[in-house]
């Protein structure tokens, strides 16, 4: 089994900033992959960023691209999200992922609690 702990996330005003932190623990491999996804109440989840398997750089969602950056911590399986020039739009309840694969073209998701992001007009 896969535990991911989430941490940051909070109030921010439009312009400002926020980071969020998630650590992997248990059974986690070397080429699992971590990013973050969202969910507005309503909406469906959606993708921000994540790292892709084989690749040293991050992808994201259209809409967080030069304002968003995702880094990792291999060592500690930890990665942050950091979240740059937030506008109302980003607000949402932001889930931590580790992907496991069995296959090149399977795999299992797991998730963290969610944690929440507000940005106030």
């Known amino acids: 089994q896969v535990q991911l702990v989430e941490s940051g996330g909070g109030l921010a005003q439009i312009g400002g900033s926020l980071g969020l932190s998630c650590v992997a623990s248990?059974?986690?491999?070397?080429?699992?992959?971590m990013g973050w996804y969202r969910q507005a109440p309503g909406k469906q989840r959606e993708f921000v960023a994540r790292?892709?398997?084989?690749?040293?750089?991050?992808n994201y969602e259209d809409s967080v691209k030069g304002r968003f950056t995702l880094s990792r911590d291999n060592a500690k399986n930890t990665i942050h999200l950091q979240m740059n020039s937030l506008k109302p739009e980003d607000s949402s309840v932001y889930y931590c992922?580790?992907?496991?694969?069995?296959?090149?073209?399977?795999?299992?998701?797991?998730w963290g609690q969610g944690t929440q992001v507000t940005v106030s007009p």
């Open positions: 248990g059974n986690v491999g070397i080429g699992d992959t």
């Open positions: 992922n580790l992907r496991k694969y069995r296959s090149s073209s399977s795999w299992n998701d797991y």
């Open positions: 790292f892709i398997r084989d690749h040293e750089i991050p």
